[in-house]
Structure formats: C-alpha cells, structure tokens
C-alpha cells in the first residue's frame, strides 16, 4: 500500500499548480508525466517532474530494503508504484505512462541496466528527437539486455512492462506514423523536419 501510495503522487499535476498555476492536463496532450510538463511547463519543470518520478520508482523498491523485508520481492514494491503512478488514486486513477517510474525501479533494482537504458533513451532522443520513440525502442532494447541476466522475474516483469508501454503510447505511435507527432527542440530529427518545413 505505501509503495501504491507513493508511486500514486501526481508530481507534474502538483508542481503545475502550485508553482505555475497551471493544471497540465488541460494542455498539451493532457498527460501528467515529463513530457508534456517539459511541453508545457518549460524544460526546468519537466526536469523536476522527471527526477520526481525516478525517485518515486527507487524509493518504492527499497522499501524491503529500508524496512528489512526479506520474503517478498522488491520488484513486488517497485510494480506497485508503477500501477500507482498509471493509475493513481489522487487522480481519478488515471496517470502517466510508467516509463519514468519503471526507470526509478530499475535503478534501484539493477542500477547498471538502469545506465544502460539511459543511454539508449538519450541516444534515441538525439537520432530521433522523439521522447515516446525513445521510450518504446529503450524497453525494447533494455528488456533484451535482460533476458540475458537470467533473472526470471526481472525478465517476466520487463517483457511486460514493454508491452504495457507501447499500449499507452498508441497514440504516439499513430501520430509518429503521420508524421505528426512532437519533437523535443533538438536532435537529428528535429533538423531535418525544420529542413523539409517550408520557409515563410
């Protein structure tokens, strides 16, 4: 329950309200995680909520840790404040995208794979200018490097969590197909679709 509850915190809807006022599910893509705060807020805000988010994933993890907890996995903890953050009792169990917070359980659960997948998802973002493709292409990937850990567990939980997210990003993925969907401002795909926009 407390690993729910403190995956649940709402970071980007609360920093949006009481340091800008703003509610950022009513603007841009009405999602309460990193990007859109970045798209709304401003990269700083987007910074916070992130960082946010990772520690609510890390935090919930070592909670067996901190509580001597020997029977249960932490992965058990870490998954319940993935489900809190995606579905959150403090926002009418609706939430983000889980991507954020799985990285906090990974890092505190595997940090090495953790820095592994961080640099899967920079390197994306800088091929592709496109944080959902990143997130997509970086579960993918990572969840390969796991399988190779043999950790069962780690391995049946990651295979799942990239299936779960590609389903939250549908809509991203409708939209990357069009042609469409938002870029971060900088990174090679946003050069060249500057490059393709006509001039005014």
């Keep these: 329950m407390v690993a729910y509850l ?3 915190i709402p970071s980007g809807v609360w920093i949006g309200k009481v340091f800008f006022h703003v509610d950022i599910r009513r ?5 309460i995680g990193t990007t859109n705060t970045y798209r709304v807020l401003g990269p700083i805000a987007g910074s916070i909520v992130m960082a946010l988010d990772i520690s609510k994933g890390a935090l919930a993890t070592l909670l067996p840790t901190f509580f001597h907890i020997t029977t249960i996995s ?3 903890f870490g998954l319940m404040a993935i489900l809190g953050h995606t579905f959150s009792i403090f926002d009418k169990f609706k939430g983000g ?6 990285a906090g359980m990974l890092l505190a659960y595997k940090p090495v794979l953790f820095f592994v997948a961080a640099g899967i998802w920079i390197l994306v973002i800088l091929l592709t200018s496109m944080v959902s493709l990143a997130s997509m292409i970086g579960f993918t990937l990572i969840t390969i490097v796991i ?3 043999h950790d069962v ?3 049946i939980l990651a295979a799942i969590l990239t299936v779960f997210i590609f389903y939250r990003h549908r809509s991203n993925i409708s939209r990357i197909r069009n042609g469409t969907e938002s870029m971060v401002p900088f990174g ?13």
């Design 97 to 102: 995208k889980a991507v954020a917070t799985s």
């Design 6 to 8: 403190l995956g649940s």
């Design 74 to 76: 932490p992965l058990v």
């Design 188 to 200: 090679l795909g946003n050069m060249i679709r500057n490059k393709k926009s006509p001039t005014k």
């Design 27 to 31: 603007h841009g893509s009405g999602n």
């Design 153 to 155: 567990f780690l391995s």
């Design 147 to 149: 399988f190779f850990t």
